[in-house]
T-cell receptor
Framework: ELKVEQNPLFLSMQEGKNYTIYCNYSTTSDRLYWYRQDPGKSLESLFV?????AVKQEGRLMASLDTKARLSTLHITAAVHDLSATYFCAVDPPGGNQFYFGTGTSLTVIP | NAGVMQNPRHLVRRRGQEARLRCSPMKGHSHVYWYRQLPEEGLKFMVY????????ESGMPKERFSAEFPKEGPSILRIQQVVRGDSAAYFC???????????????FGSGTRLTVV
């Protein structure tokens, strides 16, 4: 079965610091998605990465995709408290009918 | 456009009862997906449906769970004789096109949180 692993699972960081969340997956895919989930809420789409080398940025978040390494990163720059949430990556392999989600990274930004 | 509507938002059932979860896709979306999220875990695929057809139910438990997406009305995920282990958040997503086609994309509903007591 396809595996999607995120690390770290839990991340506590101070405001203003930088950090990277990693998403590794075990099969060929050139589509990867990042979502944010606040407690008790649904998933909010952050980034859609559709090719090797894709890089997208929105505010303090930047996502990249390396399909050869089967790795995506979500980089947080100068974290602020509002970024506290759980972040999921999801892989969409060719010919499939489902997304495979990572286990999630619970981010807490401390003032 | 109201987005993907799920109801109820919260559902409490006693062990052995039935749970019915509803999902109305976005207008113009004919592809519906159900996912389950257990506490502290990521989402796991359950079933993919198009109008009146189940396309892929490889993630559905073999017993007690069923899904439909009739010609008229919302998609329904039905869980019979619920057990404590069914307690989870159930999310529905819809898309206008088949997964993998250009400009394909999911929109998630706000979920139904099922608690079995």
């Amino acid at each position: 079965e396809l595996k999607v692993e995120q690390n770290p699972l839990f991340l506590s960081m101070q405001e203003g610091k930088n950090y990277t969340i990693y998403c590794n997956y075990s099969t060929t895919s050139d589509r990867l998605y990042w979502y944010r989930q606040d407690p008790g809420k649904s998933l909010e789409s952050l980034f859609v990465l559709l090719s090797n080398g894709a890089v997208k940025q929105e505010g303090r978040l930047m996502a990249s995709l390396d399909t050869k390494a089967r790795l995506s990163t979500l980089h947080i720059t100068a974290a602020v408290h509002d970024l506290s949430a759980t972040y999921f990556c999801a892989v969409d392999p060719p010919g499939g009918n489902q997304f495979y989600f990572g286990t999630g990274t619970s981010l807490t930004v401390i003032p | 456009n109201a987005g993907v509507m799920q109801n109820p938002r919260h559902l409490v059932r006693r062990r052995g009862q039935e749970a019915r979860l509803r999902c109305s896709p976005m207008k113009g979306h004919s592809h519906v997906y159900w996912y389950r999220q257990l506490p502290e875990e990521g989402l796991k695929f359950m079933v993919y449906l198009q109008k009146e057809n189940i396309i892929d139910e490889s993630g559905m438990p073999k017993e007690r769970f069923s899904a439909e997406f009739p010609k008229e009305g919302p998609s329904i995920l039905r869980i019979q004789q619920v057990v404590r282990g069914d307690s989870a958040a159930y999310f529905c997503a819809s898309s206008p096109r088949k997964q993998g086609t250009p400009n394909y994309g999911y929109t998630f509903g706000s979920g139904t949180r099922l608690t079995v007591v």
